[in-house]
């Protein structure tokens, strides 16, 4: 069974970091692609980021983009997101999900229950 | 990059159907989508895939009341004998070269 675990999330002040850690299981995660996703609250779901399976290829929300660093360690079959200089409009559940397929091309098929990061002074 | 739209909310009847619809911009109407379902309180879970022929591939587990079609730059999720937790927010989800893009979600009420 496909397992995705998020943690790492709190509050945080505005222009603070933090990251974000998924756990995953029940799949060969070397072999997918994954992405993190957020929904701030009471609204739809942001793509934040997407790596590729071997981390070559990469890409970042406009939003995010120069703050945030997506990564992972197929050693550990985990994922991460370092978030940095974090702002109010960051409020969100992170959800980690899967794609499915190696590539960032494909559609996401798994998800997590999420984690939540709320940036308040 | 591709731009998904959605309507906000739909309604139907308990044991009746409905058509939800996710319309792709103009330059995209050949686009795979994928739809999801979030039920209140839960995580999003994975629907189908949905391609422009109207050739779909479900995700595990989904019911054969779930189904997928097409017509030129709309792709259509229609559920058919509602059911009360069949009441979910539903996405419809377009990728491209390092984006990903999410429409913001039809509100679906079961009457």
């Known amino acids: 069974e496909v397992q995705l675990a998020e943690s790492g999330g709190g509050v945080v002040r505005p222009g603070g970091s933090l990251r974000l850690s998924c756990a995953a299981s029940?799949?060969?995660?070397?072999?997918?692609?994954m992405s993190w996703v957020r929904q701030a609250p009471g609204k739809g779901l942001e793509w934040v980021s997407d790596?590729?399976?071997?981390?070559?290829?990469?890409g970042y929300a406009d939003s995010v983009k120069g703050r945030f660093t997506i990564s992972r360690d197929n050693a550990k079959n985990s994922l991460y997101l370092q978030m940095n200089s974090l702002r109010a409009e960051d409020t969100a559940l992170y959800h980690c999900?899967?794609?499915?397929?190696?590539?960032?091309?494909?559609?996401?098929?798994?998800w997590g229950q999420g984690t939540l990061v709320t940036v308040s002074s | 990059q591709p731009v998904v739209t959605q309507s906000s909310s739909a309604s139907a009847s308990l044991r009746s159907s409905v058509k939800l619809t996710c319309t792709l911009s103009?330059?995209?109407?050949?686009?795979?989508i994928a739809w999801h379902q979030q039920q209140p309180g839960k995580a999003p879970r994975y629907l189908m895939k949905?391609?422009?022929?109207?050739?779909?591939d479900k995700g595990s587990g989904v019911p054969d009341r779930f189904s997928g079609s097409s017509s030129g730059a709309d792709r259509y999720l229609t559920v058919s004998n509602l059911q009360s937790e069949d009441e979910a927010d539903y996405y419809c989800?377009?990728?491209?070269?390092?984006?990903?893009?999410f429409g913001g979600g039809t509100r679906l009420t079961v009457l």
């Open positions: 103009s330059g995209h109407s050949s686009y795979i």
């Open positions: 989800e377009t990728w491209d070269s390092n984006t990903r893009v």
């Open positions: 790596i590729n399976w071997n981390g070559g290829n990469i």
């Open positions: 949905l391609e422009g022929s109207g050739s779909y």
């Open positions: 999900a899967r794609s499915a397929g190696y590539s960032n091309n494909w559609n996401l098929d798994y």
């Open positions: 029940g799949f060969t995660f070397d072999d997918y692609g």
